[in-house]
């Protein structure tokens, strides 16, 4: 069964410092990637997406994540973190294009110290 | 730009009552689902639809029902809520491969 592993569940940084959020999926065909993010009482939305091409992939709020498909990894990186990216993150993979489900990881608390 | 919304954002409910959440996209999404977040679980699968009359199990459905009779709806039932059921349950709509619109999320409590 495919599953998506989360490194961390909670990272602590100061502003400024810069955040680099690991994740290993287990399935060997053709996949589509996600970040999402949850703030504080809001609901998820997406951060960046992978499906093919560039496998350095840009999101909003100066967010980037590299596909790396020898390694199974999808990393979320931001050279400098801010108070407001305090939230919760979930990586998730979809099997393919076609792909109907999406599983995700146990998602990484962030908190970011002001 | 999507819109998900759940009809609560706070629900609470007793033991075996029968407990019905509704989730309503307007973006004419084929596919619905069902979620369940849990501290240190991430988000698991309840149910998904992808399309009217249809749905399928996820990985957790246990306890659990749906219904879809319209294309823009997709209801999760409670057929006899149990303590073990307390969690932020959270509805999503996409079209097949893409990312998923999330609502904002019910969470319930069953005392």
């Known amino acids: 069964a495919q599953s998506v592993s989360q490194h961390n569940h909670h990272v602590i940084l100061s502003e400024a410092a810069s955040l680099e959020l690991g994740c290993n999926y287990s399935?060997?065909?053709?996949?589509?990637l996600f970040w999402y993010v949850q703030y504080p009482g809001q609901h998820l939305q997406l951060l960046l997406k992978y499906f093919s091409g560039d496998p350095l992939v840009k999101g909003i709020k100066g967010f980037e994540a590299e596909f790396i498909k020898s390694k199974f990894s999808f990393n979320l990186r931001k050279p400098s973190v801010q108070w407001s990216d305090t939230a919760e993150y979930f990586c998730?993979?979809?099997?393919?294009?076609?792909?109907?489900?999406?599983?995700f990881g146990a998602g990484t608390r962030l908190f970011v110290k002001a | 730009d999507v819109k998900v919304t759940q009809s609560s954002r706070y629900l609470v409910k007793r033991t075996g009552e029968k407990v019905f959440l509704e989730c309503v996209q307007d973006m004419d999404h084929e596919n619905m689902f069902w979620y369940r977040q849990d501290p240190g679980l991430g988000l698991r699968l309840i149910y998904f639809s992808y399309d009217v009359k249809m749905k399928e199990k996820g990985d957790i459905p246990e306890g659990y029902s749906v219904s879809r009779e319209k294309k823009e709806r997709f209801s999760l039932i409670l057929e006899s809520a149990s303590t073990n059921q307390t969690s932020m349950y959270l509805c999503?709509?996409?079209?097949?491969?893409?990312?998923?619109?999330f609502g904002d999320g019910t969470r319930l409590s069953i005392l």
């Open positions: 399935y060997g065909g053709t996949v589509n």
């Open positions: 999503a709509s996409t079209l097949q491969g893409q990312p998923q619109h």
């Open positions: 998730a993979v979809t099997d393919g294009p076609g792909g109907f489900k999406t599983i």
